[in-house]
């Protein structure tokens, strides 16, 4: 009877000794899990950081592409008002731009 109970004991043991290196095992990888987390959350932060300034530039490129076309539009307009003598005369321009199309009438 007291082998009995010394080899189960013993069987209680080395399931606990298993168990607390399980436990340790999984205390690393959570460690390793936390480390790639938060490397991660600071690569999405940089890369939301630069889609932001790339949208910026995008939309200043934008705006000034659109006053030039503008620009350009206005000097169109007054080089064909004096150029044709009847303002029927004028032909209808179509100006495509990046955003939108004009239609201009003189």
Do not use: W
Request: charged letters at 35%; aromatic letters at 4%.
């Amino acid at each position: 009877m007291d082998n009995e109970i010394k080899d189960i004991l013993i069987k209680l043991l080395e399931g606990q000794s298993r168990v607390e290196n399980d436990i340790t095992d999984i205390k690393t990888q959570i460690k390793k899990n936390t480390i790639e987390l938060e490397t991660i959350g600071k690569n999405i932060t940089i890369i939301a950081e630069v889609q932001t300034s790339h949208k910026e530039q995008n939309d200043f490129s934008f705006k000034n592409t659109d006053s030039l076309i503008d620009e350009k539009t206005d000097l169109l307009g007054t080089a064909l008002k004096s150029v044709y003598q009847k303002p029927g005369d004028l032909p209808k321009l179509v100006i495509l731009s990046f955003r939108r199309e004009r239609t201009c009438r003189f």
